[in-house]
């Protein structure tokens, strides 16, 4: 899997979005939006943008013990409601929090021109305290794969690939954004082929 390096020349799928074709075989994945954050020779890594996730942000912070149940109740109502996702199938365990470039800290890695990427436990802390991001959603887990895996599925008709739109980012309907990202691109899901075409 690709790793992040603060001052990393970016790759050529950085920023994109990988919508599956309807061939896609891999539960996981089938309908997903993908936003890649990390993409090279070793590998790549993105988050899956349209899989709920049962855990809200308070049990989060429970869990983590940065508020206790009291504090927890008592959390504004943009703070309790703060969206946690299905990033993907990799380390299902671990948080990533996406967000606007509003909020950085030492440990926050630029992913495109306007969105950062941030692991740690100071931004959960400055989002309960209503002082993270203006944009930002919880990931757990991630999508990943290894050195040139994700160019043959791309290849092998797995994957449509387009320039990521901020605003479907962070879209808090997830319901319809697998149809919504093919409308703004201009297709529809019955114009997607199941196989692959071959000249």
């Not at 891999?26 to 790549?44: E, K, P, Q, W």
């Not at 109740?73 to 703070?79: A, F, G, M, S, V």
């Not at 757990?140 to 290894?146: N, V």
């Amino acid at each position: 899997m690709a790793t992040f390096q603060k001052n990393r020349e970016r790759g050529m799928l950085d920023g994109q979005f990988l919508i599956a074709m309807p061939g896609m075989v891999d539960s996981n994945f089938a309908r997903t939006v993908i936003f890649v954050c990390a993409h090279s020779d070793d590998g790549a890594m993105g988050f899956i943008l349209n899989r709920p996730q049962q855990l809200t942000f308070p049990d989060v912070l429970l869990h983590l013990e940065i508020v206790d149940r009291l504090q927890a109740i008592r959390l504004p109502e943009r703070t309790r409601e703060f969206q946690i996702q299905t990033g993907g199938p990799v380390e299902t365990g671990r948080g990533f929090v996406l967000h606007s470039d509003d909020y950085l800290s030492e440990s926050s890695i630029p992913v495109s021109d306007d969105i950062c990427l941030t692991a740690t436990l100071d931004i959960v802390r400055a989002i309960s305290r209503g002082a993270g991001p203006s944009r930002a959603m919880m990931m757990l887990g991630y999508a990943g794969w290894g050195a040139g895996q994700l160019e043959a599925e791309i290849a092998n008709n797995g994957w449509l690939t387009c320039a990521a739109n901020e605003d479907l980012i962070f879209d808090r309907d997830l319901g319809d954004k697998y149809d919504r990202t093919l409308a703004a691109m201009g297709v529809a899901p019955a114009m997607l082929s199941m196989t692959a075409g071959h000249a």
